[in-house]
């Protein structure tokens, strides 16, 4: 029974807007060419609007999309083989689309998404590339967004996701989800686009620019199809707790004056009590797998933050155990000195410092000298504070980081002019 | 002894149907490929997609790691090989010298290694 009664553009709007790259990753299977899906799913959605105005709406918008879809395909193939005339593209043509069945007579029509992230995040893929093609995809993101979103020029980005498409197409990277011993090879790289993304857009949070701050709304969203499609993988329910634990401070991370407010210094009655809930579950059913990744290690201290009541009551041993463990895994320079910063809490500066005096490396690197000036300022070691804060001016870029160390150093300056006063 | 010929330019200077000297630049390879095979000599041959569609792959500590993108960054990429049977050098020196490429680009030979 057709819905007469429905608005064929809501209809659509709605089909095309809930659900980014559902329709377009079943159209890639069927037709098995990204740019041709994108074309013949944007023709059948014009002529969806005519269609639907004239006979009503049909029972099945989505199969009928579709199916349209792969109809104009197909007339598209015929066209080419009938101007180049040639007996391999005809077979191609009836092995691609000799479909047992009409689309548009399967009540359910079927969900390629997985397929569809796993293909734009094929490492063979640039990094950026793999990006950008996700976010196009799956986020239904415009080119011009997606530029913005990542401050390159339109014509950079246009390129970036041509050049991807064309090397999908002509190296053949395959449109499918990697078999079972290599999933979790695979997944890793999957959860770390999704990560990226957020994290473009948790970095912007401080900025008035919405294109930037909508990254970490479309980054969530993909990361719980993850989840949906992959309920199995515990890293990537980590990954969604870590996102949701971020994004319910998010109202409290920035002080009225644009600074960036430490966690201490945030207001908690700002964050958001629901995100906090539900990624508590996420982490809780993905610790049951006993497989701690770097996702879940990263989310339980973010857990054991955004649960503590008061800045005061922070269960810091625990925190630093997650940073052992987290080190183990990925020993990279960021989690050496949060490491070192929560050893620091949970068993007083000088435990902290001895630490850092280990990490080696790090002398261009703003956070091991703010670090350092932090423990140093904590053992009232003023004078070698200062020029920890000094040092950690010198390498940083970032404006809003950079007000914050000047405040910093401000107040060890103050104190060291009291302490030469008395 | 069998002889590689790795053909290598400037691929974003390669000319496409429709520029000039486009025509003769494939009639050159076609007449090249046909005296080769009438020489009994031509083992295989292929022209390559561009460096974009490259896939660098190497295993570390056990784990596969794959890169976008061709291994090296040169000014010519290696984009089209034959595989020929020749007497020696001399005569691989003297059919690369006939492959189109050559003129302006690069065709480097290298013998097989052999096992005996």
């Known amino acids: ?422 | 002894m069998q002889y590689i010929f790795m053909i290598c330019d400037d691929e974003n200077q390669q000319l496409g149907p429709g520029d000039p000297g486009f025509e003769e630049v494939m009639a050159g390879y076609a007449a090249f490929g046909e005296m080769v095979e009438k020489l009994g000599i031509m083992r295989m041959g292929a022209r390559l997609q561009p460096t974009a569609t490259a896939t660098c792959v190497r295993v570390r500590d056990g784990e596969t790691l794959t890169t976008d993108g061709s291994f090296a960054e040169t000014k010519e990429q290696f984009g089209g090989f034959y595989v020929l049977d020749c007497k020696d050098l001399a005569q691989a020196v003297e059919l690369a010298a006939q492959i189109p490429t050559a003129k302006g680009g690069t065709v480097e030979v290298r013998p097989f290694f052999e096992m005996g």
């Open chain 1, 1 to 422: 029974m057709p819905h007469i009664t429905s608005n064929p553009a809501q209809v659509l709007e709605k089909l095309l807007r809930d659900d980014p790259g559902r329709l377009l990753s079943v159209v890639i299977r069927a037709v098995g060419d990204f740019d041709l899906a994108e074309e013949v799913l944007q023709e059948a959605a014009a002529s969806a609007l005519k269609a639907w105005a004239e006979k009503g709406v049909p029972e099945n918008p989505a199969g009928w999309l579709v199916a349209t879809a792969r109809n104009r395909a197909i007339d598209r193939f015929r066209k080419s083989v009938r101007e180049r005339t040639k007996l391999e593209e005809a077979a191609h043509l009836s092995e691609t689309f000799a479909a047992p069945q009409e689309i548009e007579d399967v009540p359910e029509i079927p969900d390629e998404r997985l397929r569809l992230i796993f293909t734009c995040c094929h490492p063979a893929l640039a990094a950026d590339a793999q990006i950008a093609l996700t976010l196009r995809t799956l986020g239904g993101l415009t080119t011009p967004e997606i530029a913005h979103a990542f401050l390159v020029p339109e014509p950079t980005m246009g390129q970036r996701l041509v050049r991807a498409k064309a090397k999908i197409k002509k190296a053949q990277i395959p449109y499918e989800i990697p078999s079972a011993d290599k999933l979790g090879e695979r997944i890793g790289g999957v959860i770390t686009v999704l990560y990226l993304i957020f994290n473009e857009g948790y970095i912007a949070a401080a900025g008035k620019d919405l294109m930037r701050l909508s990254l970490t709304g479309e980054a969530i969203r993909l990361a719980r199809l993850l989840v949906d499609q992959l309920p199995a993988e515990p890293e990537a329910k980590g990954l969604l707790a870590l996102m949701l634990f971020h994004e319910a401070r998010n109202k409290s991370r920035v002080g009225p004056d644009g600074a960036l407010l430490l966690l201490d210094e945030q207001d908690r009655s700002l964050w958001d009590r629901s995100l906090i809930v539900e990624a508590n579950k996420l982490l809780e059913q993905a610790i049951e797998a006993q497989n701690a990744g770097p996702f879940q290690l990263q989310a339980a201290i973010a857990g054991l933050h955004a649960n503590a009541p008061t800045p005061q009551l922070t269960d810091w041993r625990r925190i630093s155990d997650c940073y052992d463990h987290l080190h183990e895994l990925t020993p990279t320079s960021v989690v050496a000195l949060n490491r070192v910063a929560a050893h620091a809490m949970a068993r007083g500066p000088e435990a902290g410092l001895m630490l850092l005096d280990a990490v080696e490396g790090l002398d261009h690197y703003h956070l091991y000298h703010s670090t350092r000036g932090d423990l140093l300022r904590r053992t009232a070691r003023l004078e070698e504070a200062k020029a920890a804060y000094e040092a950690a001016l010198d390498c940083v870029t970032n404006d809003i980081e950079r007000a914050f160390l000047e405040r910093r150093l401000a107040n060890v300056v103050a104190h060291l002019g009291k302490s030469g006063n008395s």
